[in-house]
């Protein structure tokens, strides 16, 4: 057994050991310069905490609602494909710890096990996540079964026309394992043995065509509420809510779409002042501690999604080892509230951080 990790950091460097190389920097890597990879980690450790002393916190309560779905923390788990890289259970096991946990898990609709089979797996609340293929047939047929098999809503993914530019793919000639999600729809096999085989199959499959018009057409094909991924601007915030959709992600893919996008939690802010409210917004990119999670709440988000953590856990300790990101995470953000004079998260204001911006000149 390798030494228990203290943080989800440390979770990186086991899942390194543990993975061969050319999964791990598709796990770990971002898109060209990496620029927008390293400040979605570094705008957080910008901004700073106003604690409040002297309230009691003796007692603390991190629940909250998501979609109307009740939940004990504020901390869902993001769609990221093909866990049977990372671990022979795949998605199952990424399942049952969010299950153990009481935690929303995303699918991805690129997974490795079936929808069917995460939903057999065990009981517990699941979102779908949904890339449209030129082939919408295929699509339409995912989401249907997503929905037979008791997904709670769909979270679609706009950031993703076409696939980013992930150099390391590209060296390793990363390989594209059968997806059983599609066994007998489509093949993921490709011939190419040029560059990255994921990006030659997502380039055959992906609808770069996919536009604002066509969210009718997803929401002709399912009757479950539809999350947006992907938005990092407050016109898109606004077109969002014009189509209808019950929520917003802001997210920049984890930096593997276009590098050079701000950091997610640098526009968190813009993006909630455009909602006003209306529908939730979520953000995930660059969250790797409790403290993380509480500045996006101080800035306005509903709850989090936690990407490479969970699936460098599955690798270093498979179904544990996500169990344990889950439990760290909403231990730290436990002790964050308690320093910080917010037993509940509704009293986490604005007020309880300080952006760069924020600070006044003398502080400098
Ligand atoms: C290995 C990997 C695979 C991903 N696969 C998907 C996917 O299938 N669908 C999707 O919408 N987003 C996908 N994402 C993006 C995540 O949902 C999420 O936006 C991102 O990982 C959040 O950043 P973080 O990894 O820093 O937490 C993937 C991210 C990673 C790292
Ligand atoms: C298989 C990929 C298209 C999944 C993805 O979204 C990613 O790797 O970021």
């Known amino acids: 057994m390798s030494k228990e990790p203290v943080n989800v950091n440390e979770f990186q460097d086991l899942a390194r050991q543990a993975l061969p190389k050319m999964y791990y920097d598709y796990y770990s890597g971002g898109a060209e310069d990496q620029h927008t990879l390293k400040e979605n980690v570094e705008a957080f450790q910008r901004i700073l905490f106003r604690p409040r002393v002297l309230v009691d916190v003796s007692r603390t309560n991190l629940s909250t609602n998501i979609l109307g779905y009740s939940v004990p923390s504020p901390v869902m788990i993001a769609p990221t494909a093909m866990h049977k890289l990372a671990h022979y259970e795949g998605e199952v096991a990424t399942a049952r710890a969010a299950a153990a946990c009481n935690t929303i ?50 979270v679609l993914t706009v950031d993703a026309p076409r696939l980013g530019r992930r150099e390391h793919d590209i060296k390793n ?15 993921t096999k490709v011939t190419s043995d040029e560059g990255s085989n994921l990006q030659a199959f ?52 984890g930096a593997r779409q276009l590098d050079y996008t701000p950091a997610t939690i640098s526009v968190l802010e813009e993006v909630v002042q455009a909602v006003k409210g209306r529908v939730p917004v979520f953000v995930d990119g660059g969250i790797r501690r409790g403290t993380d999670i509480f500045k996006a709440l101080a800035l306005g988000a509903q709850a989090v999604l936690i990407g490479r953590p969970v699936v460098y856990g599955l690798a270093a300790k498979g179904e544990y080892g996500v169990r344990r990101v889950i439990e760290l995470l909403k231990d730290e953000l436990e002790l964050t509230m308690a320093l910080s004079g917010c037993p509940r998260l509704k009293d986490i204001t604005r007020n309880h951080i300080m952006t760069e911006r924020d600070r006044p000149r003398c502080m400098l």
């Open 105 to 154: 898990m995303v699918l991805s609709y690129m997974s490795t096990c079936t929808v069917e089979e995460v939903a057999s797996s065990c009981n517990g609340i699941r979102f779908f996540q949904v890339y449209v293929y030129k082939r919408r047939d295929i699509t339409a047929q995912l989401v249907l079964r997503a929905e037979r098999s008791g997904y709670k809503a769909i």
């Open 202 to 253: 997502a380039d055959g499959t992906f609808d770069a065509s996919l536009s604002w018009k066509d969210i009718d057409w997803v929401k002709s094909i399912t009757t479950l509420p539809i999350i947006i991924k992907g938005v990092l601007t407050r016109e898109d915030a606004i077109k969002a809510m014009e189509v209808g959709v019950a929520g917003i992600v802001v997210s920049n893919h």
């Open 173 to 187: 000639k990363m390989i594209a394992p059968q997806l059983k999600n599609f066994e007998g729809l489509i093949s």
